[in-house]
Nanobody
Framework: QVQLVESGGGLVQAGGSLRLSCTASGRTVTSYVMGWFRQAPGKEREFVAAIWWSGGITYYADSVKGRFTISRDNAKNTVYLQMNSLKPEDAAVYYC??????????????WGQGTQVTVSS
């Protein structure tokens, strides 16, 4: 089992920045891909960004490329999502997840509880 705990959400004005953190515990995650997803009210959960724990390869949704950066700290077992130039449409509950491949929610096995990001216009 892998436990994931997110933090760092909050309220920010449009154009502002937030950094989300996701700390993993339990089973080793070094063979996993770590992803961030988000879900706004009435919408499906969507992929935001992911990073391979081993090797650090990253990939992003087109909607956040150039604004969001995913990174990891191996020593802290923590993955970060730096979000810059936030837009009202970025507002959602953000979830951290661990899986073995892909960018679809059903390809990820473990999920955090989510952290709310609110962007005021």
């Amino acid at each position: 089992q892998v436990q994931l705990v997110e933090s760092g959400g909050g309220l920010v004005q449009a154009g502002g920045s937030l950094r989300l953190s996701c700390t993993a515990s339990g089973r080793t995650v070094t063979s996993y891909v770590m992803g961030w997803f988000r879900q706004a009210p009435g919408k499906e959960r969507e992929f935001v960004a992911a990073i391979w724990w081993s090797g650090g390869i990253t990939y992003y949704a087109d909607s956040v490329k150039g604004r969001f950066t995913i990174s990891r700290d191996n020593a802290k077992n923590t993955v970060y999502l730096q979000m810059n130039s936030l837009k009202p449409e970025d507002a959602a509950v953000y979830y951290c997840a661990a899986g073995t491949r892909g960018r679809r929610p059903d390809e990820f096995d473990y999920w955090g509880q989510g952290t709310q990001v609110t962007v005021s216009s």
